[in-house]
T-cell receptor, first 115, second 112 residues
Framework: EPEVTQTPSHQVTQMGQEVILRCVPI?????FYWYRQILGQKVEFLVS????????KSEIFDDQFSVERPDGSNFTLKIRSTKLEDSAMYFC?????????????FGAGSRLTVL | AQSVTQLGSHVSVSEGALVLLRCNYS??????LFWYVQYPNQGLQLLLK??????LVKGINGFEAEFKKSETSFHLTKPSAHMSDAAEYFC??????????FGTGTRLLVSP
């Protein structure tokens, strides 16, 4: 079954460092997403991406965050200068189409620990 | 704000007992509703979804959920719990083309 793959599975970084989390969405999917889950809290939407543009972003997704599809297969989330509160599990997801009953397929997540 | 509410952060059942995980939505228009499961150290996996085609929705691993408009609920059930069902369960909600919004999650604990 097609799956979304994420790397790294776990990254530890120092506060202020830049981090790039990588995702390979399902190949025929057109919409891409990042969500995050701070330990013990709910899964929160960060951003959605379509046709090389951000289609929606949350208030969490400030100027420290950026997303990119650098080639035909990868979708990345960059955090420019990490803060302690960025420590979380970051989930990438993709879907064939937008909205309605379309299902998001999630990756296994990348756990980011900021020290 | 439109959302879903999951009652109970933890639910404990014995193996073989009925599983009932509660989810209520707040919306003036019936939304699209989903249940996802997260096994330890894994990502989110779709269990089932409500699309208005049928109020009783069957999903994977023996789970099902019933959409009740009068109660604004979409509770997840399974007749007989198995040890392997121990996981965190998330109800999620979407209106139209808006983003998928998750509830706070319910951790299911299954004891022998």
């Amino acid at each position: 079954e097609p799956e979304v793959t994420q790397t790294p599975s776990h990254q530890v970084t120092q506060m202020g460092q830049e981090v790039i989390l990588r995702c390979v969405p399902i190949s025929n999917h057109l919409y891409f997403y990042w969500y995050r889950q701070i330990l013990g809290q709910k899964v929160e939407f960060l951003v959605s991406f379509y046709n090389n543009e951000i289609s929606e972003k949350s208030e969490i997704f400030d100027d420290q965050f950026s997303v990119e599809r650098p080639d035909g297969s990868n979708f990345t989330l960059k955090i420019r200068s990490t803060k302690l509160e960025d420590s979380a599990m970051y989930f990438c997801a993709s879907s064939e189409a937008l909205g309605g009953a379309n299902v998001l397929t999630f990756g296994a997540g990348s756990r980011l620990t900021v020290l | 704000a439109q959302s879903v509410t999951q009652l109970g952060s933890h639910v404990s059942v014995s193996e073989g007992a009925l599983v009932l995980l509660r989810c209520n939505y707040s919306s003036s228009v019936p939304p699209y509703l989903f249940w996802y499961v997260q096994y330890p150290n894994q990502g989110l996996q779709l269990l089932l979804k409500y699309t208005s085609a049928a109020t009783l929705v069957k999903g994977i691993n023996g789970f099902e959920a019933e959409f009740k408009k009068s109660e604004t609920s979409f509770h997840l059930t399974k007749p007989s719990a198995h040890m392997s069902d121990a996981a965190e369960y998330f109800c999620a909600y979407r209106r139209g083309f808006q983003k998928l919004v998750f509830g706070t999650g319910t951790r299911l604990l299954v004891s022998p």
